[in-house]
């Protein structure tokens, strides 16, 4: 089977499974204090940024440093467990098809979960920078370009995070603790990203890339550009590690 | 008899060593975050475990949480998983009971690492903060008071869990709760008194805001008053099924 007809199966798969509304939800929620509390983006407590910025980013924070990794999280308890009900991961593993195939399409999921919350976010920041707008009588709305550009970094930042938080769900074969320790591992990234090792720690990644677009809008929050030297060859090599491991490890407990 | 039965049940989920492990990873914040940056906090003045609960609760309080939802959602995974919930029916046990007895469980394992997070808490105060004093009934106080306040966290994420058969999807409100309690304004105090947002009061900013007792009477009435609800509910669900 091709890798994408693989990847339609996989997909009408979790049809039924609500995680849609899962992924909307919280796009929704996020949006809310923003637009009630929207005079605030203009009190900016002597931070050197526009409101329509700091609307931008102050949305999206919440978002991005605990929302993003935690669906990432729930997408992988979902992923493994619809089949765990009535052994249908044994029948998919019975087939020709190579395992390694198999966890790909279904990690390749996962992003695609993700990509669908960033274009549900991104339409929801414009939908409430309309409504903010009209309310306060200020133009909130940012270039799409740029919105889009910010976005799809922060999720292309969250890809080493899914392949971590994948590999640790096959490898856990308990779902408590794979969710458990999935969860877990989100709430140190805010003292993380201040120290030097944050780019060894995958769940701080998204959380990263905002904070810099933070130091772009308003000087002096934090770092303006992005330290590619150690972070780009330790992501990759983590994503590639983590995959590797979760594709030889895939299906081995069924396999037994 | 249904306690013990309902122990059984958890002991190959790796419930009871998840728990004991985020309270291990609760702990690790206070000591770490002293390890790394003492001089900031030994040169505050007041009291050691406000200085020490005010920097690290937050983060403490959300493991707590997020162990909570995790622990809730297995709890009710074993019993959907193979459909163990309609043999409980049929056997001579109140659905009830069950629910209630895994409340207690989750309650009784919650108050373990509460007291283990508070020693050390208490043994970082003692040994970075020496003669500052620290008086054995304010810990016990602490104590307390975090545990009770996190009990309507527990029954509202057992209720969400008893809801649904799909983990995934109790485990999603439960995340999206603790996310949308954690974004809205924490300066609202219907809000703070919400579960999954209460768990983070500590007790010195309750003693300051003078909001002891608010907490004391509300906190126990939330807890059975969701127990309540979940009673309903499973009334309902049976003249459904």
């Not at chain 1, 900016?44 to 609307?55: A, Q």
């Not at chain 2, 602490?142 to 527990?154: E, N, S, Y």
Request: hydrophobic letters at 55%; proline letters at 5%; charged letters at 10%.
């Amino acid at each position: 089977m091709s890798f994408l007809s693989l990847t339609t199966v996989e997909l009408k798969k979790i049809r039924r499974s609500w995680i849609m509304l899962i992924l909307l939800i919280p796009v929704v929620i996020m949006w809310i204090p923003s637009v009630i509390y929207g005079d605030m983006n203009f009190d900016t407590r002597g931070i050197p940024i526009t409101p329509e910025n700091n609307f931008f980013i102050q949305g999206f924070m919440g978002m991005v440093w605990f929302m993003i990794p935690a669906t990432l999280v729930i997408g992988t308890v979902l992923l493994t467990q619809t089949e765990r009900s009535n052994n249908g991961i044994l029948k998919m593993l019975s087939l020709p098809v190579s395992t390694a195939k198999l966890c790909l399409t279904k990690f390749m999921v996962l992003i695609l979960l993700s990509f669908v919350q960033m274009v549900m976010t991104v339409a929801a920041y414009y939908i409430c920078a309309a409504i903010a707008s009209s309310m306060l009588d200020y133009n909130f709305f940012l270039e799409p370009l740029y919105v889009f550009r910010v976005a799809l970094s922060i999720y292309a930042g969250a890809i080493p995070t899914a392949a971590v938080f994948w590999m640790i769900a096959i490898l856990i074969h308990t779902p408590v603790f794979a969710a458990g320790i999935g969860l877990a591992s989100i709430v140190p990234s805010v003292l993380l990203i201040n120290t030097k090792i944050w780019f060894a720690y995958p769940m701080s990644y998204p959380f990263y890339l905002l904070m810099v677009e933070y130091g772009r809008c308003a000087d002096g929050i934090y770092t303006s550009e992005i330290d590619w030297l150690p972070w780009l060859p330790t992501a990759v090599l983590i994503t590639v590690l983590a995959l590797g491991i979760a594709c030889i490890r895939f299906g081995s407990v069924q396999k037994r | 008899m249904t306690l013990s039965l309902e122990i059984k049940k958890l002991k190959r989920t790796g419930y009871f060593p998840a728990f004991i492990g985020a309270g291990f990873i609760a702990s690790a914040f206070p000591v770490i975050n002293m390890l790394a940056r003492a001089q900031t906090f030994t040169a505050l003045s007041g009291d050691p475990l406000t200085i020490l609960m005010d920097a690290n609760w937050q983060m403490m309080a959300m493991i707590n949480i997020l162990i909570c939802v995790c622990g809730s959602c297995i709890m009710y995974h074993t019993e959907y998983a193979d459909n163990g919930l309609q043999k409980m029916d049929v056997l001579p046990v109140r659905s009830g009971a069950l629910f209630i007895t895994k409340f207690v469980i989750t309650a009784l394992i919650l108050a373990i690492i509460i007291v283990m997070e508070t020693a050390v808490l208490a043994g970082c105060a003692l040994h970075w903060f020496p003669g500052r004093g620290l008086s054995l009934w304010e810990l016990l106080k602490t104590a307390g008071f975090q545990w009770l306040i996190t009990l309507p966290t527990v029954m509202m994420m057992l209720v969400i869990a008893s809801a649904w058969k799909n983990m995934w999807i109790s485990l999603g409100i439960g995340v999206i709760l603790v996310f949308a309690l954690s974004i809205l304004p924490q300066d609202l105090l219907i809000l703070n008194l919400c579960p999954f947002s209460s768990p983070y009061q500590t007790y010195a900013m309750a003693v300051q805001n003078d909001r002891v007792s608010l907490f004391l009477i509300l906190c126990p009435v939330e807890t059975p008053g969701l127990g309540l609800l979940e009673m309903f509910y499973q009334k309902i669900r049976r003249c459904v099924q």
